[in-house]
């Protein structure tokens, strides 16, 4: 077999992210604020001082009305400056494969806020 102009574009690791097919998955972009480096997997919650602009759940633990709204696609190093990175806004997720700020829980509100978002999450054996 001639394999001339083909390359590997890519390479998929089975993550446990993704836990269901009953509700479509979809992907939007966001921005995600500088000063991070995140993992696939983690819940996305907007900035509070910089909307439009999206840090990871539980670094505002004490804004009541910031809700978690989206999940990572892909691992991201904004160390330097803002980037716009694929986040999933809809499907069915692992919620313990999900990624928080470290000594935060997902709480029911976020469970909620996800839902309302069309974000389901289960808990799945790993």
């Known amino acids: 077999m001639n394999k001339k102009g083909l390359s590997q574009v890519g390479v998929f690791a089975h993550d446990n992210l993704i836990s269901g097919n009953r509700h479509p998955v979809d992907i939007c972009h966001v921005v995600i604020k500088k000063g991070q480096k995140l993992d696939r997997g983690t819940v996305l919650e907007e900035d509070a001082a910089e909307k439009g602009k999206y840090v990871i759940r539980g670094t505002q633990a004490d804004q009541p009305d910031v809700k978690a709204e989206y999940i990572l696609a892909e691992a991201v190093d904004v160390s330097e400056e803002d980037m716009v ?33 069309s974000i389901f999450l289960k808990t799945i054996m790993m």
């Open 85 to 117: 990175a694929p986040a999933y806004c809809a499907g069915e997720f692992a919620e313990n494969s999900l990624i928080v700020k470290e000594g935060y829980t997902i709480t029911d509100e976020d469970r909620k806020a996800l839902r309302n978002a």
